[in-house]
């Protein structure tokens, strides 16, 4: 009941700052990019904040030091709504791959708008691919990292997802190295699940996967291979 109490506590003040933050960040139009994503992530640290302090949620990372100091393209586990916000407070300022619809969820949608995604129409086939390449050099070019969840939805702990190929071919085509991130965000966060449980979440962060003279398809198989036997497997 304890920790029942908590997440409906929790959810309230999420709500409440998220709808204040997407007003906030529609205000920030006018501003750059980069000052729009300080302003808009401050709602980030406080959800962080809020699920530590409330839910009991803490996490640690591991290989901090892999993070390279030039943009890069991140490839990650997908478990749950956690690190969508939480490698905000993590990695370097970032966009997302994601899909176009997300941008028409009401509040959420719109803070993420003004966050420089790159928001592609899967159902696009190869206009997507384009798409996906030519905002995926303009952002590298103006020191964005690049975010891409390879297995396209969230995946329940102990499960695997197909591991989609986009972020490799991405990678291979900007020639940019490839940083793999395993969690366990998914055992204390679970998929559209209102009870949260406190415990330390685990972000290990691999060495980088230069993508020189590999294929798309090799490469995203040593992503899989490597986030999949990295994968924290215990709760605390």
């Known amino acids: 009941m304890i920790n029942l109490a908590r997440s409906l506590i929790f959810e309230l003040l999420r709500f409440a700052l998220t709808v204040i933050f997407s007003i906030v960040a529609l205000l920030t139009f006018p501003l750059s990019s980069i000052r729009r994503y300080q302003i808009i992530t401050l ?58 619809s997300l941008l028409f969820v009401p509040f959420f949608g719109w803070g993420l708008a003004m966050m420089n995604p790159i928001a592609i129409d899967r159902s696009s086939g190869p206009r997507a691919l384009k798409q996906m390449l030519t905002q995926g050099k303009n952002r590298l070019k103006n020191g964005w990292y690049i975010i891409v969840f390879p297995e396209g939805t969230r995946i329940a702990p102990g499960q695997r997802g197909k591991y989609q190929i986009g972020g490799a071919w991405l990678s291979a085509r900007l020639q940019s190295d490839i940083v793999p991130v395993a969690h366990n965000a998914g055992e204390f966060w679970p998929k559209n699940a209102l009870l949260k449980k406190p415990g330390t979440i685990t972000v290990t962060i691999g060495k980088p996967i230069k993508t020189a003279h590999q294929s798309p398809a090799d490469l995203i198989q040593q992503v899989e291979e490597w986030i999949e036997t990295t994968m924290p497997n215990s709760t605390e």
């Open 43 to 100: 709602w980030s640290h406080w959800i962080t904040f809020l699920a530590k302090y409330i839910c009991g949620i803490r996490y640690r990372v591991q290989g901090l030091e892999n993070i390279p100091d030039n943009p890069c393209v991140i490839l990650s586990k997908h478990q749950s709504a956690w690190e969508t916000f939480a490698f905000q407070t993590i990695f370097p300022p970032q966009v997302w791959v994601l899909k176009k």
